[in-house]
């Protein structure tokens, strides 16, 4: 973790300046403890003196300090008014929680927790488990949970557990957040609260509204609250792309293991025999030797982002009884117009004696004309015998969440509670990506990274916003489905033994029922709208343009920012391409019908009691639960037929944990936890037929319906300094060692046996140019086992402080920031000669910062958000090629002005440094390369600004 040392080197100045402030702090008076509720661990009395970002901060430490186990807690300001945008925004603050945003929109859409992917976090909404997707995630069928689904003013509180307790549902070893709407008695007073802003992306250049109204009253025992929230975006994006990794001619020429000619992890072959090929001073074996990108090629989207959020709250609360009922709609809209414009260096081999004409079949071999070499090894220059291909990609996803809840509590004593809630939700996504592709074959290019890595040069003589200039239409259509569907009910028994005001002992029993359906399918409309292209003089539909207007292009000018390009009337109307898609036929082979019914009963008790003078609190439980799946898919009968099969399988864990928490003094609180959890297996991997991932590699994955889900044995520590009111100096340790990891095994059988036909993938990016796949060629199977273990542990920090001690007008700073340093055991990247590099899938370090500065009507913060690089697979395709995420740092600032609780004026902008995120390559044997070599999906995506007022009557 060397790389580590500037963070841990910040943290150390945090605590010389908490040492330096100590003689003030000193003075500071102690926050006091709240009371707390045994049985639920929920304060019921929190007098909270300080509002805004401040206010939602202290709320949250009150939170996390009267918790058993690890807890962390984003509290709205006030009622619908939640302090970041983005829900997923705000949780990056928490340590530990990394955020993945989406570059299409410049929104946080899901989260990780302490290193392990979104699918390892359970997201619950009011302690119901929901699930729902969204944009180019439609179809995946993982168990991810995408946030950008939801505005922020549906919600008031999150939760973020990290360690397991026995009432949280089972199935996330991150943690598990917890979304909590609000609720009318969760004001003492009527409410109206409005927002209206006006949302601006710096690189389309576009003005889009923003608003939102909520309405909360109560009179006497009953409430109402509802609300309404909407948001319109445009974002563009501009970078370079080599779609997959980097090869050299004498990889990309190794036979592949199959009866075919295909080559290497993508089939590549400079034409070196060619009489025009010259080496310069180079060797022809340097050449042969140096790397080359699967593409390069231009990249650029624009998406329009449309979302509507509506949250409803119907409660009744007496003394005694307490009723609601609660409901949520949510619709996301994207459409993406995206545009791709280089050379396929994949694919290209020339084959001796070959009659084909230049830059088809079997001659299409680079030609280095003129070419150089880098310090990575990389080979670029000019090359003859250049394919430029030009693919304008038309997508639109849709995302329908319906939410409701109704839940109750009665007391029917002081000390005996029963509370129970039944839930149904529906998550129903669909996913068109509908792309038409046209050709320029045989010209020379020239491709240069060296000035410019993201904005490189891909020039040619030939005049790219020329429609005449191209050839070869062809298209390629899709729609994707995704419904999620859940059912839930939940009843739990809160007993109070003892209460004494020293000593507390309490029992929680209960018990829960989630039935989970998911269903996905697909369909492929391209060869019903192929019909339309005959006969057609189609390039006089293409427009001398790209849609848009001219890209970023980085100040460089042999990057190619405009190009010719199809415009969305033509695909989506006239070649009707959806409707195309709704015609067709369902691909059977990568349909499935998944439901999981899960039965779980949980014990738990909490107890607090005296030791040497303070409190001792502690937390035991045990959780069970039997999961039952039912598989509905298809198995292959051979010919391109598949008949319908139904699975079933089944198994059962127990789920133990515990905690403890003990106030060493009255500001120093000790905790520690240990406990097992679950994570089920993504439902492709258990309940997918034969699915092709990637149309244009030889690849596909099988489902395995025995798949058990990862189990984790995970231990925590920590100490928290609650040094003054609303700050603390916090260091937690943690390990969580994983078994039954669902490992990939992958063998090779023939096309012919899969049942598949051709039309499954890009017959030309196999080799196969005429259409048709040999029943002999071989297809690389994937299929997932439990097989294998994953180690991880490590260190959090967090520091939180209001710098009231400060001389005025400075008192009105305050700081919260945090730091995780992440060890990970499990994964090699093994490469051809044998060495053996770890491979770490979550950040070696991460940290946040906020700096906020509130005083009387004037407040302004700023929040950067950092994580080292992580790698994004062990598998090597045979190039040796490391593919990692490189380094990610995000700067957002808030700045606003209230001039009454009716009036704030309000600027917000995200991505202030328009951060450049990127993959990039290594390779461990070789010149290793770093972020400025073999880069790919290299974008930039604009800074997000938002002018509004907000305000509450």
């Given at each position: 973790?060397?790389?580590?040392?500037?963070?841990?080197?910040?943290?150390?100045?945090?605590?010389?300046?908490?040492?330096?402030?100590?003689?003030?702090?000193?003075?500071?008076?102690?926050?006091?403890?709240?009371?707390?509720?045994?049985?639920?661990?929920?304060?019921?009395?929190?007098?909270?003196?300080?509002?805004?970002?401040?206010?939602?901060?202290?709320?949250?430490?009150?939170?996390?300090?009267?918790?058993v186990?690890?807890?962390?807690?984003?509290?709205?300001?006030?009622?619908?008014?939640?302090?970041?945008?983005?829900?997923?925004?705000?949780?990056?603050?928490?340590?530990?929680?990394?955020?993945?945003?989406?570059?299409?929109?410049?929104?946080?859409?899901?989260?990780?927790?302490?290193?392990?992917?979104?699918?390892?976090?359970?997201?619950?909404?009011?302690?119901?488990?929901?699930?729902?997707?969204?944009?180019?995630?439609?179809g995946?069928?993982?168990?991810?949970?995408?946030?950008?689904?939801?505005?922020?003013?549906?919600?008031?509180?999150?939760?973020?557990?990290?360690?397991?307790l026995?009432?949280?549902?089972?199935?996330?070893?991150?943690?598990?957040?917890?979304?909590?709407?609000?609720?009318?008695?969760?004001?003492?007073?009527?409410?109206?609260?409005?927002?209206?802003?006006?949302?601006?992306?710096?690189?389309?250049?576009?003005?889009?509204?923003?608003?939102?109204?909520?309405?909360?009253?109560?009179?006497?025992?009953?409430?109402?609250?509802?609300?309404?929230?909407?948001?319109?975006?445009?974002?563009?994006r501009?970078?370079?792309?080599?779609?997959?990794?980097?090869?050299s001619s004498?990889?990309?020429?190794?036979?592949?293991?199959?009866?075919?000619?295909?080559?290497?992890?993508?089939?590549?072959?400079?034409?070196?025999?060619?009489?025009?090929?010259?080496?310069?001073?180079?060797?022809r074996?340097?050449?042969?030797?140096?790397?080359?990108?699967?593409?390069?090629?231009?990249f650029?989207?624009?998406?329009?982002?449309?979302?509507?959020?509506?949250?409803?709250?119907?409660?009744?609360?007496?003394?005694?009884?307490?009723?609601?009922?609660?409901?949520?709609?949510?619709?996301?809209?994207?459409?993406?117009?995206?545009?791709?414009?280089?050379?396929?260096?994949?694919?290209?081999?020339?084959?001796?004696?070959?009659?084909?004409?230049?830059?088809?079949?079997?001659?299409?071999?680079?030609?280095?004309?003129?070419?150089?070499?880098?310090?990575?090894?990389?080979?670029?220059?000019?090359?003859?015998?250049?394919?430029?291909?030009?693919?304008?990609?038309?997508?639109?996803?849709?995302?329908?969440?319906?939410?409701?809840?109704?839940?109750?509590?009665?007391?029917?004593?002081?000390?005996?509670?029963?509370?129970?809630?039944?839930?149904?939700?529906?998550?129903?996504?669909?996913?068109?990506?509908?792309r038409?592709?046209?050709?320029?074959?045989?010209?020379?290019?020239?491709?240069?990274?060296?000035?410019?890595?993201?904005?490189?040069?891909?020039?040619?003589?030939?005049?790219?916003?020329?429609?005449?200039?191209?050839?070869?239409?062809?298209?390629?259509?899709?729609?994707?489905?995704?419904i999620?569907?859940?059912?839930?009910?939940?009843?739990?028994?809160d007993?109070?033994?003892?209460?004494?005001?020293?000593?507390?002992?309490?029992?929680?029993?209960?018990?829960?029922?989630?039935?989970?359906?998911?269903?996905?399918?697909?369909?492929?409309?391209?060869?019903?709208?192929?019909?339309?292209?005959?006969?057609?003089?189609v390039?006089?539909?293409?427009?001398?343009?790209?849609?848009?207007?001219?890209?970023?292009?980085?100040?460089?000018?042999?990057?190619?920012?405009?190009?010719?390009?199809?415009p969305?009337?033509?695909?989506?109307?006239?070649?009707?391409?959806?409707?195309?898609?709704?015609?067709?036929?369902?691909?059977?082979?990568?349909?499935?019908?998944?439901?999981?019914?899960?039965?779980?009963?949980?014990?738990?008790?909490?107890?607090?009691?005296?030791?040497?003078g303070?409190?001792?609190?502690?937390?035991?439980?045990?959780?069970?639960?039997?999961?039952?799946?039912?598989?509905?898919?298809?198995?292959?009968?051979?010919?391109?037929?598949?008949l319908?099969?139904?699975?079933?399988?089944?198994?059962?864990?127990?789920?133990?944990?515990?905690?403890?928490?003990?106030?060493?003094?009255?500001?120093?609180?000790?905790?520690?936890?240990?406990?097992?959890?679950?994570?089920?297996?993504?439902?492709?991997?258990?309940?997918?037929?034969?699915?092709?991932?990637?149309?244009?590699?030889?690849?596909?994955?099988?489902?395995?319906?025995?798949?058990?889900?990862?189990?984790?044995?995970?231990?925590?520590?920590?100490?928290?300094?609650?040094f003054?009111?609303?700050?603390?100096?916090?260091?937690?340790?943690?390990?969580?060692?994983?078994?039954?990891?669902?490992?990939?095994?992958?063998?090779?059988?023939?096309?012919?046996?899969?049942?598949?036909?051709?039309?499954?993938?890009?017959?030309?990016?196999?080799g196969?140019?005429?259409?048709?796949?040999?029943?002999?060629?071989?297809?690389?199977?994937?299929?997932?086992?439990?097989?294998?273990?994953?180690?991880?542990?490590?260190?959090?920090?967090?520091?939180?402080?209001?710098?009231?001690?400060l001389?005025?007008?400075?008192?009105?700073?305050?700081?919260?920031?945090?730091?995780?340093?992440?060890?990970?055991?499990?994964?090699?990247?093994?490469?051809?000669?044998?060495?053996?590099?770890?491979?770490?899938?979550?950040?070696?370090?991460?940290?946040?910062?906020?700096?906020?500065?509130?005083?009387?009507?004037?407040?302004?913060?700023?929040?950067?958000?950092?994580?080292?690089?992580?790698?994004?697979?062990?598998?090597?395709?045979?190039?040796?090629?490391?593919?990692?995420?490189?380094?990610?740092?995000?700067?957002?600032?808030?700045?606003?002005?209230?001039?009454?609780?009716?009036?704030?004026?309000?600027?917000?902008?995200?991505?202030?440094?328009?951060?450049?995120?990127?993959?990039?390559?290594?390779?461990?044997?070789?010149?290793?390369?770093?972020?400025?070599?073999?880069?790919?999906?290299?974008?930039?995506?604009?800074?997000?600004?938002s002018?509004?007022i907000?305000?509450?009557?």
């Amino acid at each position: 973790m060397n790389k580590a040392f500037p963070c841990v080197a910040m943290s150390v100045s945090m605590l010389a300046m908490i040492a330096a402030s100590a003689p003030a702090l000193a003075q500071a008076e102690p926050q006091p403890t709240p009371q707390t509720d045994a049985a639920q661990g929920e304060a019921t009395t929190a007098d909270i003196v300080v509002t805004g970002f401040r206010g939602s901060l202290q709320k949250g430490i009150e939170l996390k300090r009267e918790a058993v186990g690890v807890r962390d807690s984003i509290v709205a300001e006030d009622i619908g008014k939640f302090p970041e945008a983005n829900v997923a925004d705000s949780l990056q603050r928490i340590p530990g929680v990394f955020l993945s945003r989406d570059g299409a929109s410049n929104e946080g859409q899901r989260i990780s927790i302490r290193g392990l992917g979104s699918e390892f976090t359970v997201t619950t909404i009011n302690g119901a488990p929901v699930r729902t997707t969204s944009s180019q995630n439609v179809g995946s069928s993982t168990r991810d949970f995408n946030y950008d689904v939801f505005p922020s003013e549906l919600f008031g509180r999150v939760d973020v557990y990290k360690t397991p307790l026995a009432n949280l549902e089972e199935g996330g070893i991150g943690g598990n957040v917890d979304l909590q709407t609000p609720r009318p008695f969760d004001s003492k007073d009527r409410v109206i609260r409005y927002t209206a802003q006006a949302n601006y992306n710096t690189q389309s250049k576009k003005w889009q509204p923003r608003g939102s109204l909520l309405l909360s009253d109560t009179w006497g025992d009953f409430g109402v609250l509802l609300g309404a929230a909407y948001a319109k975006n445009v974002n563009e994006r501009s970078g370079f792309q080599s779609t997959g990794g980097y090869n050299s001619s004498v990889i990309g020429s190794r036979a592949y293991a199959g009866p075919t000619t295909t080559g290497g992890p993508f089939q590549f072959q400079l034409d070196l025999d060619n009489p025009l090929a010259n080496y310069g001073s180079l060797t022809r074996d340097q050449v042969a030797n140096a790397y080359m990108p699967r593409f390069y090629r231009v990249f650029t989207s624009n998406n329009e982002r449309e979302r509507l959020g509506l949250v409803g709250s119907l409660q009744y609360k007496s003394d005694r009884l307490e009723l609601s009922a609660d409901g949520i709609f949510s619709q996301l809209k994207d459409q993406a117009d995206e545009f791709t414009f280089g050379v396929a260096v994949r694919n290209s081999r020339t084959v001796p004696g070959s009659t084909s004409a230049p830059g088809t079949g079997t001659n299409s071999g680079l030609i280095p004309l003129d070419v150089k070499i880098d310090e990575y090894n990389n080979l670029y220059g000019t090359f003859g015998n250049s394919s430029f291909i030009n693919e304008n990609f038309f997508r639109n996803a849709r995302t329908r969440f319906k939410y409701g809840i109704i839940r109750g509590v009665y007391d029917f004593t002081d000390n005996l509670k029963l509370s129970a809630q039944a839930n149904l939700s529906e998550s129903n996504a669909r996913y068109t990506a509908n792309r038409i592709v046209s050709n320029i074959y045989g010209v020379t290019s020239t491709f240069d990274p060296t000035g410019n890595v993201t904005y490189p040069t891909i020039s040619s003589p030939v005049d790219f916003t020329d429609p005449s200039n191209y050839t070869t239409p062809t298209l390629g259509f899709s729609l994707n489905r995704e419904i999620d569907k859940q059912k839930t009910a939940r009843a739990v028994l809160d007993w109070s033994l003892l209460d004494d005001g020293e000593r507390r002992f309490a029992l929680k029993i209960g018990g829960s029922y989630v039935n989970t359906g998911k269903r996905i399918s697909t369909q492929d409309g391209s060869s019903i709208a192929a019909g339309k292209l005959a006969g057609l003089d189609v390039f006089s539909y293409m427009d001398p343009y790209i849609q848009y207007g001219a890209i970023r292009d980085g100040g460089n000018s042999g990057y190619p920012s405009q190009f010719a390009s199809f415009p969305r009337s033509f695909v989506m109307d006239y070649l009707d391409a959806n409707a195309a898609n709704e015609a067709a036929n369902v691909n059977l082979n990568a349909a499935f019908n998944a439901k999981e019914i899960v039965k779980t009963a949980f014990f738990e008790s909490n107890f607090a009691l005296p030791l040497f003078g303070k409190e001792l609190r502690g937390y035991a439980g045990l959780r069970y639960s039997d999961t039952r799946t039912i598989i509905n898919n298809y198995q292959s009968a051979g010919a391109g037929v598949f008949l319908p099969q139904r699975r079933e399988g089944g198994y059962e864990n127990w789920l133990p944990s515990a905690s403890l928490a003990y106030d060493l003094t009255s500001n120093l609180l000790l905790r520690a936890s240990a406990g097992k959890t679950i994570t089920r297996a993504a439902l492709t991997a258990i309940a997918g037929g034969t699915i092709v991932p990637n149309a244009f590699n030889p690849d596909v994955t099988v489902g395995n319906p025995n798949l058990r889900p990862q189990v984790a044995t995970q231990y925590d520590a920590g100490v928290e300094w609650y040094f003054a009111p609303g700050a603390l100096l916090s260091v937690g340790a943690f390990k969580k060692d994983i078994t039954d990891r669902a490992t990939a095994v992958q063998d090779f059988v023939t096309f012919g046996s899969l049942g598949l036909p051709s039309s499954a993938f890009n017959t030309t990016s196999l080799g196969f140019p005429g259409g048709t796949i040999p029943d002999d060629f071989l297809i690389r199977r994937t299929q997932y086992i439990n097989q294998g273990q994953l180690k991880l542990k490590g260190l959090e920090f967090a520091y939180q402080q209001n710098f009231t001690f400060l001389p005025k007008p400075f008192d009105g700073l305050g700081f919260t920031g945090s730091l995780t340093l992440i060890d990970q055991k499990g994964d090699d990247f093994v490469t051809t000669e044998g060495t053996h590099v770890p491979i770490s899938f979550v950040p070696e370090y991460s940290y946040s910062a906020t700096l906020f500065y509130e005083k009387g009507p004037f407040a302004i913060r700023g929040s950067y958000n950092y994580r080292a690089k992580t790698g994004i697979t062990s598998q090597n395709t045979g190039n040796d090629q490391i593919p990692y995420t490189a380094p990610q740092g995000f700067l957002d600032g808030t700045i606003s002005y209230r001039f009454s609780d009716a009036l704030e004026v309000r600027v917000d902008a995200l991505n202030i440094t328009n951060e450049n995120v990127y993959i990039y390559y290594q390779d461990p044997d070789g010149p290793k390369g770093n972020g400025q070599s073999r880069r790919d999906n290299s974008f930039f995506n604009g800074t997000t600004i938002s002018l509004g007022i907000r305000g509450k009557f």
